[in-house]
Nanobody, 118 residues
């Protein structure tokens, strides 16, 4: 089992920045990648950014150039640095871990709210 604990959400004005953190514990070896998803009101959940254990990253087109995902292996923590925030970035952000054995996003955090005011 893997436990994920997020922190760092909050309220920010348009153009501002926030950094989300996700601390993983448990069977870390079973994870192949970690990612951040978000769900805005009335919309489907979407993958925002992901990073593999080897450091490869990918981003949703809507956040490229504004968000950066990074990881601190010593702390088993993944970060999402969000810059130039827009009102459409308002959502609940979830940290997730891709299980190595089945290649599915199996483990999820509780979510953290990000609100961007116009």
């Amino acid at each position: 089992q893997v436990q994920l604990v997020e922190s760092g959400g909050g309220l920010v004005q348009t153009g501002g920045s926030l950094r989300l953190s996700c601390a993983a514990s448990g069977s870390i070896f079973s994870i192949r990648a970690m990612g951040w998803f978000r769900r805005a009101p009335g919309k489907q959940r979407e993958l925002v950014a992901a990073v593999t254990t080897s450091g490869d990253t990918n981003y949703a087109d809507s956040v490229k150039g504004r968000f950066t995902i990074s990881r601190d292996n010593a702390k088993n923590t993944v970060y999402l640095q969000m810059n130039s925030l827009k009102p459409e970035d308002t959502a609940v952000y979830y940290c997730a871990a891709l299980r190595r054995a089945t290649s599915d996003w199996y483990y999820w955090g509780q979510g953290t709210q990000v609100n961007v005011s116009s």
